[in-house]
């Protein structure tokens, strides 16, 4: 009997369950406590709550592009964080333009057009670029070397952008029209901005989600992912769906790019990088090559992260627990990878097998 | 003469599809046995869950009395089960005889610490096992090319690689894998015989997939014909030869009316 | 002209713009202007200029490839149109600076590049001169692209190490003019005094010396080698141990020649060494690979600060020597490779590296946090961590601790070398080609998986721990992902799964940055570069392993009848 045991579970499966047990337990036990102390009110956690879901859709619109292209090229696009980041970067550049001019003041709604189109225009160059020089003439490499290229590519273009535009961070100016909150039932409030970048993701989710099921490219996309060599075989042009797959998902990047700078202001060349892994993690965890499965998993994340260190650590009496939150994103990266690696929603691909 | 491996009612399925489908099967000692079928009858699928690398959803397997059926792949090559594969697969960047070193890692015992303090006991393991490795490269025909990288072969001399690395783990039971796929018929003839060569004086029992007929009812002393995971004939090569279920899963429905089987 | 060469012109321009582009990226980026600063030959042509003559001489070439069928004169016209079209670019910068106010948003288009970009003559002629230096570099290309590669090579190498020299004319210049008449030799070859680079006839003197004997090697060589093979196995290995003994020689006695700030420079690049023999076990025996490297690094850095620091701030304290705290430190190391290692047995490329890199955050978080501030220090780190002693020699100074880091390189050479003739570095291999193959072998993935995170973290471990007492203090703000990319880059560069890889990837990519201050600077820009053209070009590195032949001294004993059968 325990012979029999043994045999199907070895050493390292109990030492993983010991490790997953104890991390559950520690979440419990933290909530249970946190909550018992009962320093946070309800409207402390509905401002977590809703700053998670604001992240989180900007993580969801990032994750769309690393989903997008691994059920495509079974690769991780580690240099997609510097497609966001170049977004939103250039986008800077244009909004302190329009500022001074007043025009951003003038025409609000114009100038956001406006800086949109921009930061979605260059994360998309960035991106065609990227695909036609880095990766398309190592498709058929062990998978080692374009992984590696992604990374030295992911270092380059961080640095560029260091050396063109300097290191120092640079500032989104102030939009009136998205200054302010709106009040809800009088305890809570909710700031426009939040609400803004919540609407605005789930808009372009929706037109992604709507583009792939609906259109000739979007078939031929989920063809291409099922099979690149039937799919060519079909008729269909292997080359030019990819390149569509990296404009779509660079331009919802650009697109979380702009919204995330007009959230928190700040942008730098190192912008991409922590976001970038936090968005591979959504992709990961709402099952990778699944566009629904993306979009809620980067919403989980945000909340996850967002009401997470509060929740879990504080009743533990651990210090400054908000230091750790990207602890807690990239445990949630490695857990989900062991316990269900093929995610909330599960898979959309197809796997080889010898 | 005892049976070396017991198949007993072997299920695989993949998702909606069941590979294998209550398959038994028996396979003699020191026999040289062949499983054929269309394409898709689950053969190789068969051979995945002998090797352990599926596990099937149900039934038994037996080698020499030893249940295989959930245990991982390294252990049932330490029983004594060693196989080659339908498209080649070696390690492309290493030598020859690194491949045939590797292929020899389950009868070998020295670990890290041997290695690292080059003990007498570890440098006279490597020295007989290096001896093996040309002596095996020379049993298959490939001496001399010990140092070239296996990617760099030619296609037959990789085949022959392959089974010269299956042999290294010392194996009761060997399993190959359409070994004659892609030779013109002179080194079909020489494969074939060297098989024969590999029962003979290897003492070894082989089971194999084979689609080239010439070879299967030339050299096998039992067939065992599948069709969509299932086993619809068995027995001496005369018999499948005749047998119309057999003609009807290769070549339909006419040609078994034609080879006499009522309308 | 014969009838079947035509003129791919297109070809050319579209090159010429490709390089265009780099060219103006160099400019802007800020490296023409950072790296203007050294020059190569003194007062002529300075490394900025070299850059970019670099960019057009490759553009030429391709150009020159490209336009035309096979070598001729037509080569020459599409290195010129490549090159013509490249400064044009650059030219068409210049002229856009001013009127579009290009500085605010890109600082580095500032007046001093365009007085780099005109020869300081200002536009008129500078310009012009411009764009005859692009069209001139583009013959040059196209020149090099007709002559016998062997011609080529020569000359290549040749400008090659006339720029290498001239690069490291200083560290040259400090530690060889103390033997006096190598001094009268450097002074002639590298100008005088405070001029930095090397003087034109040194240039040529440098250039003469390595295409003439490079060009006598290509052809003579291959009989040197033979009659060095051809001699008496006795002598064969008195030669061979006679150079071991010299390479020895001088490597023990090399902190007297370099000095306290070579010597310290030496000593980065040793542990950057060490790293990278650890990390060469992991991704290039064994194929895993570890972004998340640094957190052995850390931990062993770490556990000999804790275990060693009289640090009053520390919650903990044990008080125990740099010797008593280095075993302990490399065996938490090994023990948090093989921990790290468990969760990710069963993810392939692409998720495990995704994941070790996760680890490598949150150990560098952890550190930096105030959560486990009171026993490891925080963002403040650790200090006053121990330093070792023997005898009367402690180490803390480069000159000895240069000896320390040596001693663990070798070791983790000899270990590196014995492993991979060996059982358990067969089996490594064998995963990496093909791990379901290797299972179907015999091998016990798991246990062989441990084997490598745990011996390639032992090394990490080592190296930090010695980093820890080198510095006499940790920081956390030391241990981020960088340090990570940086040794997997000096792998790559030297070539995956090659020891002398590792030696030759972090002289480059270490000791160049640390040698001359503008590398430091873009740094990561040419690393990333770097391993982008490498895996698109040359990815097995720089140095590769050549397949090791065995030795045949035996080969006679290899001749077995084919027909017998081995034993059984």
Redesign the interface.
């Known amino acids: 009997m325990l012979r029999?045991f043994l045999?199907?579970f070895t050493l390292t499966d109990l030492f993983m369950w010991l490790v997953g047990g104890s991390i559950l337990a520690l979440i419990v036990v933290g909530s249970f406590l946190t909550l018992r102390a009962g320093h946070y009110t309800a409207r402390h956690w509905f401002d977590f709550v809703v700053f998670g879901l604001a992240q989180g859709s900007v993580y969801a619109l990032i994750a769309l592009g690393y989903t997008l292209v691994y059920g495509i090229l079974r690769m991780i696009n580690f240099a997609h964080s510097e497609v966001y980041m170049s977004g939103a970067f250039t986008g800077y550049f244009v909004a302190d333009a329009m500022n001074r001019s007043g025009f951003l003041d003038q025409n609000p709604l114009l100038a956001l057009l406006a800086l949109f189109a921009v930061a979605m225009t260059t994360s998309i160059t960035v991106a065609v670029l990227l695909e036609r020089i880095a990766y398309r003439p190592l498709r058929r490499s062990p998978r080692l070397v374009p992984l590696i290229t992604a990374i030295g590519a992911s270092f380059f273009l961080q640095y560029t952008f260091r050396g063109l535009y300097g290191s120092q961070n640079r500032a989104y100016p102030d939009v009136e029209v998205l200054d302010g909150a709106w009040s809800l039932g009088g305890e809570f409030i909710i700031q426009k901005i939040q609400v803004v970048v919540i609407v605005a993701a789930a808009v372009l989710m929706f037109g992604l989600y709507t583009f792939v099921q609906r259109t000739r490219t979007g078939k031929a996309m989920r063809a291409v992912s099922e099979d690149k060599d039937v799919a060519a075989l079909m008729g269909i042009d292997v080359d030019a769906i990819i390149v569509r797959t990296f404009i779509l998902g660079a331009a919802l990047a650009g697109a979380a790019g702009v919204l995330y700078a007009l959230m928190f202001r700040q942008v730098n060349f190192f912008m991409g990088f922590i976001p970038g892994i936090k968005a591979f993690t959504a992709a990961v965890l709402g099952g990778i090559g699944n566009i629904p499965g993306a979009m809620l998993g980067g919403l989980f994340l945000g909340l996850f992260e967002s009401v997470g260190p509060t929740l879990f650590l504080d009743g533990l009496g651990i210090p400054a627990p908000y230091q750790l939150k990207d602890v807690i994103a990239f445990t949630m990266l490695v857990l989900v990878l062991i316990y269900r690696p093929t995610g909330i929603l599960g898979e959309q691909l197809t796997t080889a097998?010898? | 003469m005892a049976p070396i491996l017991t198949a007993r009612q072997v299920t695989k399925r993949f998702g909606g599809l069941t590979a294998v489908n209550n398959l038994d099967l028996e396979i003699q000692e020191r026999s040289i046995h062949s499983v054929i079928g269309p394409n898709g009858a689950g053969k190789t699928t068969f051979f995945?869950c002998v090797?352990g690398?599926n596990q099937p959803e149900a039934g038994e397997i037996l080698l020499d009395g030893h249940h295989l059926e959930?245990?991982?792949?390294?252990r049932i090559?330490?029983l004594g089960i060693a196989?080659t594969?339908q498209n080649i697969?070696l390690?492309?960047?290493?030598?020859a005889?690194?491949n045939i070193?590797?292929?020899q890692?389950?009868r070998?015992k020295?670990?890290?610490l041997?290695?690292?303090f080059?003990t007498p006991g570890?440098q006279r393991e490597?020295a007989k096992a290096?001896a093996?490795a040309?002596?095996?490269l020379?049993?298959v025909?490939l001496?001399g090319k010990?140092?070239h990288?296996a990617r760099n072969l030619a296609y037959g001399d990789q085949r022959r690689l392959e089974i010269a690395?299956a042999?290294a783990?010392?194996p009761k039971l060997l399993l190959l894998d359409e070994p004659t796929a892609g030779m013109n018929p002179r080194e079909t003839e020489a494969m074939t015989a060297f098989i024969h060569?590999l029962r003979d004086?290897?003492?070894l029992t082989i089971m194999l997939i084979e689609h080239h007929m010439g070879v299967v009812m030339g050299i096998s002393e039992r067939i065992t014909v599948l069709d969509y995971g299932e086993k619809i004939a068995e027995g001496a090569p005369v018999e499948i030869q005749t047998n119309p279920r057999v003609i009807e899963a290769y070549l339909g429905r006419e040609e078994a009316e034609a080879a006499g089987e009522p309308a | 002209m014969t009838k079947n060469t035509h003129f791919n012109w297109l070809n050319a321009l579209r090159i010429g713009l490709i390089g265009g582009v780099v060219a103006l990226l160099i400019s802007l980026v800020g490296m023409v202007e950072e790296f203007g600063q050294r020059d190569i030959i003194a007062g002529v042509i300075s490394m900025g200029q070299t850059l970019l003559i670099i960019a057009m001489l490759m553009g030429g070439h391709f150009a020159a490839a490209r336009s035309v069928d096979r070598p001729g004169p037509l080569s020459l016209a599409g290195g010129a149109l490549a090159g013509l079209v490249t400064s044009g670019m650059l030219a068409v910068l210049v002229l856009l600076i001013g009127p579009l106010n290009m500085r605010a948003i890109l600082p580095n288009a500032s007046p001093a590049l365009i007085n780099i970009l005109t020869f300081e003559q200002g536009p008129v002629p500078g310009l012009f001169y411009l764009l005859g230096a692009g069209a001139l570099v583009g013959v040059v290309a196209g020149l090099l692209h007709i002559l016998p590669p062997l011609v080529r090579q020569a000359i290549i190498l040749a400008l090659f190490w006339v720029a290498l020299l001239g690069l490291l004319q200083e560290l040259l210049r400090v530690t060889l003019t103390n033997m006096p008449a190598v001094g009268a030799a450097l002074s002639w070859m590298f100008g005088s005094g405070t001029q930095k680079g090397l003087s034109v006839p040194g240039a040529i003197a440098v250039a003469g010396v390595v295409a003439g004997g490079n060009y006598l090697w290509a052809t003579r060589g291959a009989q040197a080698q033979a009659r060095v093979r051809a001699m008496p196995p006795a002598r064969q290995r008195a030669l061979q141990w006679g150079s071991l003994a010299l390479a020895i020689a001088v490597v023990l006695y090399l902190p007297n020649i370099l000095g306290p700030y070579l010597s310290e420079v030496a000593n980065n690049v040793g542990l950057f060494i060490l790293m990278g023999l650890g990390l060469n076990i992991v991704v290039g025996f064994a194929g895993l690979l570890d972004l998340g490297y640094v957190a052995f690094f850390a931990i062993g850095a770490y556990v000999m600060g804790v275990l060693t620091s009289t640090d009053t701030e520390l919650a903990y304290r044990f008080n125990l020597t740099f010797w008593e705290a280095l075993p302990i430190a490399v065996a938490a190391s090994v023990l948090f490779g093989v921990i790290l290692g468990i969760p990710v047995l069963k993810m392939r490329g692409d998720y495990l590296a995704i994941v070790t890199l996760g680890f490598g955050e949150i150990i560098r978080i952890l550190a930096l946090s105030d959560f486990l501030k009171p026993y490891i220090g925080g963002s403040q780190g650790i200090v006053q961590v121990g330093r070792g002693q023997i005898s009367t020699v402690v180490f803390d100074r480069p000159q000895t601790l240069y000896y320390l880091i040596v001693a663990g390189c070798l070791l983790a050479l000899f270990?590196s070398r014995?492993?991979r003739d060996?059982?358990?570095?067969?089996?490594w291999?064998?995963m990496r080609?093909?791990e379901?193959?290797?299972?179907?072998?015999?091998?016990?993935?798991v246990a062989t998986k441990l084997?490598a995170f745990g011996?390639g973290a032992a090394f990490s471990g080592l190296s930090g721990a010695i980093f820890a007492s080198k510095i006499g203090s940790i920081y956390p703000h030391s241990f981020s992902l960088l340090i990570s990319i940086n040794v997997l880059s000096l792998i790559i560069v030297g070539g995956m799964g090659s020891l002398p890889g590792v030696f030759v990837g972090a002289l480059v990519l270490v000791g160049l940055p640390e040698l001359l201050r503008e590398f430091s600077e873009y740094r990561l820009l040419m690393y990333g570069a770097l391993l982008i053209v490498m895996m698109l070009t040359r990815p097995e590195g720089f140095w590769p392993e050549a397949?090791h032949?065995?030795e045949f001294h035996e080969a006679a004993a290899?001749?077995?009848?084919?027909e017998?059968?081995?034993?059984?």
């Open positions: 029999r045999e199907r097998k010898a | 995945n090797t690398f959930r245990l991982s792949p390294d090559t330490q196989r594969y697969r390690f492309a960047n290493l030598t005889l690194e070193l590797v292929g890692h389950p070998l020295s670990g890290m041997g290695a690292i080059n570890t490597e290096l093996e040309r002596r095996l020379a049993f025909g001496t010990g140092d990288l690395r042999l783990s010392k060569r004086e290897l003492g | 270990i014995r492993l060996s059982r358990p570095g067969r089996a291999k064998a080609e093909d379901d193959v290797a299972q179907a072998m015999g091998i016990n993935l084997l011996t397949t032949k065995r290899s001749e077995v009848a084919p017998s059968a081995p034993a059984s």
